[in-house]
T-cell receptor, first 111, second 111 residues
């Protein structure tokens, strides 16, 4: 079962920052937080992952709270192509890194 | 470079038939994962290979489902006596570390 909870849907205006929250209150010390997105009819696409520290790459930033019980994915300047379902997953590489997806957040970027 | 490929992209079969779904992982990736995604749901973990061996098959729904990876590269998911409830998109992912790279999936329809 998924160990994360996310809001089912969100809207964001094009060009604005999209902030997608995720709760993972039962995360264990070895589990990483991963974010993937899925555009209709495609396989999930990796966005970013982190353990404790905040992370940034060319796609997004990941902010993890100090207690690691929640995180936020930030898309700094949302475009129409960012419309997708975003999944937050916690997983332990040491035990196989199997992903247990929830239902994700359906993000709609509005022109 | 080449990503994860899956064949066929679409498979239509009749109830009770046997099907095989193929996954070609990224070259050199030691870990391979199978997931199943029903409409409106997140992907559901089925089985995970580390090399040639199935390290975790706890997600397989019943004994009609079986997967192999005989040479530690290509994997085949096999479904016997298909049922209408098996209709879904079957996703494969490969990994060398934290990040899983997903293929485009095989859409299976059981009539």
């Amino acid at each position: 079962d998924a160990k994360t909870t996310q809001p089912p849907s969100m809207d964001c205006a094009e060009g604005r920052a999209a902030n997608l929250p995720c709760n993972h209150s039962t995360i264990s010390g070895n589990e990483y937080v991963y974010w993937y997105r899925q555009i209709h009819s495609q396989g999930p696409q990796y966005i970013i992952h982190g353990l404790k520290n905040n992370e940034t790459n060319e796609m997004a930033s990941l902010i993890i709270t100090e207690d690691r019980k929640s995180s936020t994915l930030i898309l700094p300047h949302a475009t129409l192509r960012d419309t997708a379902v975003y999944y937050c997953i916690v997983s332990d590489l040491n035990t196989g890194n199997q992903f247990y997806f929830g239902t994700g957040t359906s993000l709609t970027v509005i022109p | 470079g080449a990503g994860v490929s899956q064949t066929p992209s679409n498979k239509v079969t009749e109830k009770g038939k046997y099907v095989e779904l193929r996954c070609d992982p990224i070259s050199g990736h030691t870990a391979l994962y199978w997931y199943r995604q029903s409409l409106g749901q997140g992907p559901e973990f089925l089985i995970y290979f580390q090399g040639t061996g199935a390290a975790d098959d706890s997600g397989l729904p019943n004994d009609r489902f079986f997967a192999v990876r005989p040479e530690g590269s290509v994997s085949t998911l096999k479904i016997q006596r298909t049922e209408r409830g098996d209709s879904a998109v079957y996703l494969c992912a490969s990994s060398l570390g934290n990040e899983q790279f997903f293929g485009p999936g095989t859409r299976l329809t059981v009539l």
